[in-house]
């Protein structure tokens, strides 16, 4: 008689959904914890006591604690890890050649627990303090291929402004750290320190014979300094009650024995100084906000653009600060302005040619031909910029083209239009 077999189990159903039994899960190997010694290549010393680790701990994991124990956690270096093997008593192979090749230590480079302890040749347990030999590898810094020269060093705060001279031979830079730099570019290192501010230099400005440097600075004072020997010309000059924004150096086309020197400032104060002297001839006040920047333009005898915080930019005349213009269109803070000139006005008589004036005449001939030059097909144009997100182009003198000998502007049209004057284009 055939003996039945009993009918299969059903299957639990829950919620309407067979119910599949889970399969056990495979046990997780733990990684044995193993007292670990490190050791320097070098000189055999140990470089700190030993720690207990797991001995599946990366590679980068021991860079690190090597790292903090010898205090470069800052600034890591790379190391090759190694544990030697104990020298045999004879050799395990009767081929010499063979014994000679064995090798004597095991590298680390994935984990102990990889490298060591599960390798063939290991003779090391779990209850060994294991010596791990560290070698510090060399660091290759490489900076990427770009048009960069040089990068110069040595202000210890940010660099808050930078100039380069007429030549183009030298160029200074202001720091929160007090100083202005002089930087020689033919050389590409530092040429001198100029120390005297006390608080921030914000602003320098070469004279453009390349004989005088000014600086600004946040504690209001306004500083000329002698670039070939890097000294101070005299004390500060003084006058300003808050910081200085921008300075302004008189065209050695108009001035070329004792230019000029314009001062802005956040009191709201333009201030022209006899650079000789070190004294202040007169002060503009007409603005009602902070004056944050100032240039001196090439037209006629000169004139002074200023710009403030208080949407009006002013134009006056160098000789004696009369007001010509007041003009109103911004919208908000004028924080930049610029001239079509300034280039020519900046770099007096250095042109590409490197020839140098050898008298005051020749330098003021030489610095009226560049000007006459630029401005014999255009007239000196100012653009200005403000918070309102615009810039506004002026033709305040349209018809002037150059300047005659004795410093009158060739100007036959008023820049006047109905009454007003008006920007020319606004971008």
Known sequence: ????????????????????????????????????????????????????????????????????LKGSADDPVPFAFHVPLPSPAQPQSTDEQSAKLAPTRLA?????????????????????????????????????????????????SPILCASFSPTGRLM?????????????????????TLAGHKGWVLCVEWEARERVLATGGHDG????????????????????????????????????????????????????????????????????????????GGVGNGVLYTAGSDRVIRVWDADGGKLLYALKDHAHWVTTLALSTDFVLRTGPFDHTGKKPSSDEEAQAMALARYNEITKSHPEVLISGSDDHTLFLWNLFPSTRGTTTDGSSMTNESAKVNGKVKPVARL
């Not at 680790?53 to 990366?58: N, W």
């Not at 400032?265 to 009602?288: C, F, I, P, Q």
């Open 1 to 68: 008689m055939a003996t039945l077999l009993p009918p299969p189990k059903r299957v639990k159903l829950t919620h309407g959904t067979a119910q599949i039994p889970e399969k056990p899960a495979e046990p997780v190997e733990v990684a044995p914890t193993i007292v670990v010694q490190f050791v320097n290549e070098d000189d055999g010393q140990p470089l700190g006591p030993a720690v207990s680790l797991p001995a599946d701990l990366a590679r980068e994991g021991l860079e690190g604690l090597v790292n903090n």
């Open 221 to 296: 004072h306004v500083r000329l300094w002698d670039p070939v020997k890097g000294v101070a010309i005299g004390d500060a000059m003084k006058g300003h009650t808050k910081w200085i924004t921008s300075l302004a150096w008189e065209p050695i086309h108009i001035n070329p024995k004792n230019p000029r020197l314009a001062s802005s400032s956040k009191d709201g104060t333009v201030r022209v100084w006899d650079a000789t002297n070190r004294r202040m001839e007169y002060a503009l006040s007409g603005h009602t906000a902070a004056v944050n920047v100032v240039r001196w």
């Open 172 to 192: 200074a830079t202001g720091s929160g750290d007090m100083t202005c730099r002089l930087w020689n570019l033919d050389s590409e290192t530092p040429w001198a």
């Open 108 to 156: 680390v480079t994935t984990n102990i627990l990889a490298d060591v302890l599960k390798n063939p040749l290991n003779t090391y347990t779990t209850e060994d303090v294991l010596a791990i030999h560290c070698t510090p590898q060399s660091i290759f810094r490489v900076r990427p291929a770009t048009r960069c020269s040089s990068t110069l060093t040595g202000h210890s």
